[in-house]
Antibody, heavy 118, light 109 residues
Framework: EVQLVESGGGLVQPGGSLRLSCAASGFTFSSYEMNWVRQAPGKGLEWVSYISSSGSTIYYADSVKGRFTISRDNAKNSLYLQMNSLRAEDTAVYYC???????????WGQGTLVTVSS | EIVMTQSPATLSVSPGERATLSCRASQSVSSNLAWYQQKPGQAPRLLIYGASTRATGIPARFSGSGSGTEFTLTISSLQSEDFAVYYCQQYNNWPPRFTFGPGTKVDIK
C-alpha cells in the first residue's frame, strides 16, 4: 500500500524557517517524481514544487521561488521542503504528492499544517 | 500562467441524481487535465486524468470529458460518499506550472 506521511509542520514567526519531511513507503520511491502542494485554510490547492526521480530537475511556483528548497533522499525514501523567509501567506496545509506521470498526482499524504504568525 | 475556472461554485444535488461539474482553462491544455475529490479534513484523491481516464479504484459513476479549454466531470448517480469538493487541475505546462481550479462544492439538496 502506498503511504506518504508528512511531518515537520508547526507555528513559526514571520521570517523564520521550517523543514518539512515526507516519508514514503509501499512503492519504489526512487522511480517517481514528487511534488509539494499546499492549501491555505478554507482555500483551494496551490502547486508549490516539483522534483524529478533523481533529484536533478527541480521547479518552483513563483510564489516560493528563492525561499523554498525541495530535495529528496532516495536511500531514505524521503522528500523534503526547506522553507525560509516565511510569510503569513505561506500558512497552509502542505501535502506531498506522488507524480504518476508529470503532473498527475495519484497519491497524497495527509498533510502537515504550517502556521506563520507572530 | 494558465488560469482554471470552475462552475458552479456550489452544486446542490439529491442522492441518486446526476451532477455535472464544469472546468474551463484560459488556454488550451489539450487533454492534460485531472479531477480530484476532497472531503473535509482529508487529502485530495485523484479521480480522473487525461480528461477522461478513471484512476485506479474509482467507480464507473464518475466520468470525465472534454479537451482543449472545456471539461466536464459527471457523477451519474450521486452517493452519500460523493458529497465533497471537486478540483480540476491542468498539467499541460513544461516546465511545470500546474494550476488548480477554485473547486466546486457538491452538497446535499
Amino acid at each position: 500500500e502506498v503511504q506518504l506521511v508528512e511531518s515537520g509542520g508547526g507555528l513559526v514567526q514571520p521570517g523564520g524557517s521550517l523543514r518539512l519531511s515526507c516519508a514514503a513507503s509501499g512503492f519504489t520511491f526512487s522511480s517517481y517524481e514528487m511534488n509539494w502542494v499546499r492549501q491555505a485554510p478554507g482555500k483551494g490547492l496551490e502547486w508549490v514544487s516539483y522534483i524529478s526521480s533523481s533529484g536533478s530537475t527541480i521547479y518552483y511556483a513563483d510564489s516560493v521561488k528563492g525561499r523554498f528548497t525541495i530535495s529528496r533522499d532516495n536511500a531514505k525514501n524521503s522528500l523534503y521542503l526547506q522553507m525560509n523567509s516565511l510569510r503569513a501567506e505561506d500558512t497552509a496545509v502542505y501535502y506531498c504528492a506522488r507524480d504518476k506521470v508529470i503532473g498527475i498526482l495519484d497519491y497524497w499524504g495527509q498533510g502537515t499544517l504550517v502556521t506563520v504568525s507572530s | 500562467e494558465i488560469v482554471m475556472t470552475q462552475s458552479p461554485a456550489t452544486l446542490s444535488v439529491s442522492p441518486g441524481e446526476r451532477a455535472t461539474l464544469s472546468c474551463r482553462a484560459s488556454q488550451s491544455v489539450s487533454s492534460n487535465l485531472a479531477w480530484y475529490q476532497q472531503k473535509p479534513g482529508q487529502a485530495p484523491r485523484l479521480l480522473i486524468y487525461g480528461a477522461s481516464t478513471r484512476a485506479t479504484g474509482i467507480p464507473a459513476r464518475f466520468s470525465g470529458s472534454g479537451s482543449g479549454t472545456e471539461f466536464t466531470l459527471t457523477i451519474s448517480s450521486l452517493q452519500s460518499e460523493d458529497f465533497a469538493v471537486y478540483y480540476c487541475q491542468q498539467y499541460n505546462n513544461w516546465p511545470p506550472r500546474f494550476t488548480f481550479g477554485p473547486g466546486t462544492k457538491v452538497d446535499i439538496k
